[in-house]
């Protein structure tokens, strides 16, 4: 079956960096576009980046963009997030997905989820 594993989370001072991983097996990784999402307390699932299979340019949340940096490893089996800069705003679960699909930018989009990662920024 299908599993995507999430590491690297974890309690990181305003201004820090984390890199996410997400593990992938059981499915076609090089031809799987991946995506992060990411759920606050009280709020909905939001999208954050996500990487096509087919090579083309990742596409990120304004909220994001110029911080965050999506990439994969079909050699691993792996995408990352190395997110910079980080604001106590971006404080919550981040989640892995993996779609068919040429890209996702919608949770709906996405067949398979990770269980997810805690990020916890401070101030």
């Known amino acids: 079956q299908v599993q995507l594993v999430e590491s690297g989370g974890g309690l990181v001072q305003a201004g820090g960096s984390l890199r996410l991983s997400c593990a992938a097996s059981g499915l076609t990784f090089e031809y799987s576009s991946m995506g992060w999402f990411r759920q606050a307390p009280g709020k909905e699932r939001e999208f954050v980046a996500s990487v096509s299979w087919t090579g083309g340019n990742p596409y990120y949340a304004d909220s994001v963009k110029g911080r965050f940096i999506i990439s994969r490893d079909n050699a691993k089996n792996t995408v990352y997030l190395q997110m910079n800069s980080l604001k106590p705003e971006d404080t919550a679960v981040y989640y892995c997905?993996?779609?068919?699909?040429?890209?996702?930018?919608?949770?709906?989009?996405?067949?398979?989820w990770g269980q997810g990662t805690q990020v916890t920024v401070s101030s």
């Open positions: 997905a993996a779609t068919s699909r040429v890209y996702g930018l919608r949770s709906a989009e996405y067949d398979y």
